[in-house]
């Protein structure tokens, strides 16, 4: 990725993300923050660190169901896309992209696809 591909990027992120916290992020529909009860979970608690210019791990804490809304989901997916791509993504999703290439699942198992075994 380059320094211009990842300025747009990141822009892109900012407009969206800056433009659904004024509109207002519905955190209740969101599994995690309802699980973890903390804001930090909630699609907004991860909108207003990502608005601040951070980009880290915590972007892996959101389950992508869209329960938030498609523009923060959009931002959420972009966001890690800069992860991928500058080499700091988490070791399980490094695990489950190399699962995918070589076996056709997340799971790394070898399925017999005729009998699901």
Known sequence: M???EEHNLKEE???EI???LKEGIDNEGCAVFRTMRKESYSPR???IILNNGFY???LYKCSMC???GDSVCNSFQKARQVLVLKGEEI???KKMLENLKNYG???GEKWNILTLE
């Open 2 to 4: 380059t320094e211009t």
């Open 66 to 68: 869209k329960a938030c």
């Open 13 to 15: 992120i900012e407009e």
């Open 56 to 58: 880290g791990k915590y």
């Open 18 to 20: 800056s433009k659904a």
């Open 105 to 107: 699942n997340i799971y």
């Open 45 to 47: 608690g991860r909108a």
């Open 91 to 93: 070791e399980e999703n």
